[in-house]
């Protein structure tokens, strides 16, 4: 139990829709990380946030945003989804430049 | 970016024996973790290694960040030890996922 909370757990839908992804970080954290699990792949990076403010971003569109919240949750939001936007999600927490701590992951599914 | 590649990519081993997995990082970093991923998609900690060597139970990991690779080591392997294992590095705000070992312990 890493104390990273993720939801939903799973989530169908449709090409052209928009999806939001929420992550509660684990007490005393003020950093999370977005990653993206295709099927059969390591994980990618996705952007992070550190006290509110976006501090790195990995090669993905725009389309792909994000927002971290006072008590340092997380959305992660995607428009315009892409059959290829079929993933794990995942969302990890830490102190900035510590050890990451993962939630359990949404598989997201577009049809 | 960062190129980080382990080896090797498939594992079967017996219960009981011992194996090593490496991974390789082609720049300096300022963090590197391993992980191992359960079928239900957790990544389960088990090192946060940035350097030297660590140990916990029947694993154990170093790190040599000036020859730029990491190894884990599984002593006495289990059948639930199966999985995949992932190392990953934080460099330049920026984190880098290798390309994973499937390790199948077999009884």
């Known amino acids: 139990e890493t104390g990273v909370t993720q939801s939903p757990t799973h989530l169908i839908k449709t090409r052209g829709q928009q999806v939001t992804l929420r992550c509660s970080s684990q007490?005393?954290?003020?950093?999370v990380s977005w990653y993206q699990q295709a099927l059969g792949q390591g994980p990618q990076f996705i952007f992070q946030y550190y006290r509110e403010e976006e501090n790195g971003r990995g090669n993905f569109p725009p389309r792909f945003s994000g927002l971290q919240f006072p008590n340092y949750s997380s959305e992660l939001n995607v428009n315009a989804l892409e059959l290829d936007d079929s993933a794990l999600y995942l969302c990890?927490?830490?102190?900035?430049?510590?050890?990451?701590?993962f939630g359990q992951g949404t598989r997201l599914t577009v049809v | 970016g960062i190129q980080v590649e382990q080896s090797p990519p498939d594992l079967i081993l017996q219960e009981g024996a011992n194996s090593t997995l490496r991974c390789n990082f082609s720049?300096?970093?300022?963090?590197l973790q391993w992980f191992h991923q359960n079928p239900w998609g957790q990544l389960i900690n088990l090192f946060y290694?940035?350097?030297g060597t660590k140990q916990n139970g029947r694993l154990s990991a170093t790190t040599v960040a000036t020859e730029r690779y990491s190894l884990l080591y599984i002593s006495s392997s289990q059948t639930t030890d199966s999985g995949v294992y992932f190392c990953?590095?934080?460099?330049?705000?920026?984190?880098?996922f290798g390309t994973g070992t499937s390790l199948t312990v077999i009884p």
């Open positions: 990890a927490s830490s102190l900035r430049d510590t050890e990451a701590f």
């Open positions: 720049d300096s970093v300022n963090n």
């Open positions: 290694i940035p350097s």
């Open positions: 007490s005393g954290h003020n950093t």
């Open positions: 990953a590095v934080e460099t330049g705000n920026q984190f880098y």
